[in-house]
């Protein structure tokens, strides 16, 4: 879908968002939880309505990620020599995948995996605003605490992202 077009509405791309936190927490509700974004594994129709596709046990080990898309949204905790990963990572690549929705591109971009690995590790996304004026403060500010480098500073779990898109869509966090 966003190969199609450069950039998504902002109401469509935070309401879509809120439907990734939601499929989020109804897969760890399962006991399925997922701690990693994967951009093959979302199904997204015309309306916008997007489908996590979990067909695969979560707990296996299946490598990077194939494409630079799918690496973008890999939290810095996974990338680093000791990975490790838990729903604070899911909330990075949740994070990740909106900021390329509200600013039309990836938050990281690099000339090879290796050096966009070491952009995801050590550098701040552009400023989103920037890529979208249209993006409010507000939806800046969510999307950075998203994207934290350090699982402590992000929101701690899809509920907590999902609660702070509400409350915008809704008009109390502007």
């Known amino acids: ?45 015309e309306s916008l309505t997007p489908k996590l596709w979990l067909f695969k046990d979560p707990s296996m080990d299946r490598g990077e990620p194939t494409q630079d898309a799918d690496l973008a949204c890999v939290a810095p905790e996974v990338l680093s020599p000791t ?23 990836p938050p990281f971009r690099a000339a090879d995996r290796d050096a966009l690995k070491a952009k995801i590790l050590k550098d701040s996304p552009r400023d989103l605003k ?18 934290k480098k350090s699982p402590q500073d992000r929101h701690q779990n899809p509920t907590e992202l999902a609660q702070d898109l509400k409350r915008l869509m809704s008009g109390a966090g502007r």
Do not use: W
Request: charged letters at 25%; hydrophobic letters at 45%.
């Open 1 to 45: 879908h966003l190969a199609q077009k450069t950039f998504l509405p902002i109401r469509g791309a935070i309401d879509l968002a809120v439907r990734l936190c939601d499929a989020f927490i109804y897969a760890e509700e399962q006991q399925c939880g997922v701690t990693e974004v994967d951009l093959e594994n979302i199904l997204i129709d």
């Open 83 to 105: 990975p490790r990963a838990d729903g604070r990572s899911a909330v990075y690549g949740l994070g990740a995948l909106l900021y390329r929705c509200v600013g039309g591109m």
């Open 130 to 147: 920037k890529l979208n004026i249209r993006a409010s403060d507000v939806l800046c500010e969510i999307v950075n605490k998203a994207m």
